[in-house]
């Protein structure tokens, strides 16, 4: 049997307590969630299942070495005596990413460039040949994260980021990334049971996502590579057990998911991609105009937008917002809207909705607002009234 070992998956700023759902949910042990990154102990097997399956990791990390700096010589002193040996081979090749917030360094590349030497330096003076660098498909990729005097150097299971699903060939501009898409989604509480619509679906991302969810299809699936598939201890029959198990816990889910967008282009991107992930049959995307149509279906709903918002828009952001507010008083009865934005002064201002929810996110550098509005077919007051008629 495989023995547990400490692992991190690194997330965006505030879905900590998304991915540490995620992870107990898999099955994962001594879950604690950091600042952009959640804890846990697994088997091997277990992280190839987390690679696989998690919705809101960015990339899972199993460290290997951790180490106290006194200065700068001590990264590279301590960097020879690794037995590189047991991940690399002599002539094999190796990426390194650095993170660094420490007053020991100020560059996160110069960190890089001192570990790639003491590794390098460490094979050619013991087998008398060296491996290459190659930042594109390394056989290991190595994470060096310096917390003030501490080092921790890890071996990245993940390789690319792991928001590179496989399924999205075309986008529109500044499409929002797949991880924090996921995140916002879960967010919400969606979880199939309901109706989920994106009314400015774009090149399909929301939409794509909340199918995947709907369904308990793995998140990563359709990738063609991960980074533990390099290493010397990859166990190809364990990968396809994984792989294989997770398969067979995918639900064929009836309720509706909906897309619009106006534009011709966006529909046909997000159709586009929508077939690349092979949800056609669960997913439906149209082209319809937000402020003139109605919410096409009743019952449980959840509405999820990204709507313009920095350098896509380029209308008055004040109208166009309230706009969107008039549009779900008048044609989205019933229903719980969520939206994120980075215009939370001159755009949510002017939605004219009362929120039930704000929550700080990034998308990016953008600092952003996930905002819920709970609509009402009439008024809050006579909805809450209702509610205690029936409860009596």
């Excluded at 037995?83 to 020991?104: D, F, R």
Aim: net charge positive; hydrophobic share 35%.
């Amino acid at each position: 049997m495989n023995e547990n070992y400490d692992m991190l998956a690194k997330c965006l700023y505030g879905f900590e307590p998304v991915l540490a759902r995620e992870l107990r949910h898999l099955g994962a042990q001594n879950v604690k969630e950091g600042v952009r990154n959640v804890k846990f102990k697994g088997d091997k097997g277990f992280m190839y299942k987390a690679n696989l399956a998690l919705r809101t990791a960015i990339r899972i990390l199993v460290p290997i070495e951790t180490f106290i700096l006194r200065n700068e010589d001590d990264l590279y002193n301590y960097l020879s005596k690794v037995s590189w040996e047991k991940y690399l081979n002599e002539t094999g090749t190796l990426a390194i990413h650095s993170s660094v917030n420490s007053q020991i360094f100020s560059n996160s590349h110069y960190v890089s460039l001192r570990s790639k030497d003491a590794i390098v330096d460490y094979f050619r003076r013991k087998y008398h040949k060296r491996p290459s660098i190659d930042i594109r498909h390394p056989d290991v990729q190595f994470d060096i994260h310096i917390q003030n005097n501490t080092c921790t150097v890890s071996l990245d299971s993940s390789g690319e980021s792991l928001h590179k699903r496989g399924y999205r060939s075309d986008t529109n501009i500044a499409p929002i990334n797949e991880v924090l898409a996921a995140g916002l989604i879960l967010m919400t509480g969606y979880d199939g049971s309901q109706h989920f619509i994106d009314p400015m679906c774009g090149s399909g991302t929301l939409l794509i996502e909340a199918a995947m969810i709907a369904n308990n299809i793995p998140a990563n699936i359709n990738r063609q590579e991960f980074a533990f598939e390099k290493w010397q201890d990859y166990d190809e029959d364990l990968f396809s057990l994984i792989h294989d198990s997770l398969l067979k816990r995918i639900r064929n889910n009836e309720k509706k998911i909906m897309g619009f967008d106006k534009a011709p282009s966006a529909v046909r991107k997000a159709q586009n991609n929508v077939s690349n992930a092979s949800l056609e049959d669960f997913i439906s995307v149209d082209r319809k105009n937000f402020f003139v149509e109605d919410c096409p279906v009743e019952g449980n709903v959840i509405v999820l937008f990204n709507p313009p918002y920095g350098e896509r828009l380029t209308v008055n952001v004040p109208v166009f917002y309230r706009e969107i507010g008039d549009t779900l008083k008048q044609h989205y009865p019933d229903t719980n809207v969520w939206l994120i934005t980075s215009d939370f002064n001159t755009g949510l201002k002017n939605v004219g909705l009362r929120t039930s929810r704000k929550i700080k996110v990034f998308n990016g550098k953008l600092e952003c607002r996930f905002v819920k509005y709970e609509m009402y077919a009439g008024s809050r007051k006579a909805k809450k009234q209702d509610d205690q008629n029936k409860a009596n």
